[in-house]
């Protein structure tokens, strides 16, 4: 599985950003993906997910009611919309998928990651 991860930018305190995750390779659409982020000098963190059916999403406490998360399978492509941006939100974004161990929240749970697409939010 090959993801790339675009959308990122700058934006103001209160603005939008809406990543794209564009998957390619066997299975793609039997995979949850989700998005991480890792700002400087932290580890790198879950943000959202989306299972394979997009029937159930799962989302960081920090995020939840800003951020929604959705997935075209037909284009292979998962969407992370973020609103009412904070200057926290600052870091580089990976998408990545599955794999199949169930551990949705956890880095150890992905076994294929995309390339990062930096988000700054300034105040």
Not at 50 to 55: D, E, N
Not at 81 to 89: A, W, Y
Not at 115 to 122: D, E, K, N, P, W
């Amino acid at each position: 599985v090959q993801l790339q991860a675009s959308g990122g930018g700058l934006v103001q305190a209160g603005g939008s950003l809406r990543l794209s995750c564009a998957a390619s390779g066997r299975a793609v659409s039997s995979h949850t993906i989700a998005w991480f982020r890792q700002a400087p000098g932290k580890e790198r963190e879950f943000v959202a997910g989306i299972s394979w059916s997009g029937g159930t999403t799962y989302f960081q406490d920090s995020v939840k009611g800003r951020c929604t998360i959705s997935r075209d399978n037909a284009k292979n492509t998962v969407y992370l919309q973020m609103n009412s941006l904070k200057p926290e939100d600052t870091a580089v974004y990976y998408c990545a998928a599955d794999n199949y161990s169930g551990k949705y929240y956890y880095t150890n749970g992905y076994g294929y990651w995309g390339q990062g697409t930096q988000v700054t939010v300034s105040s």
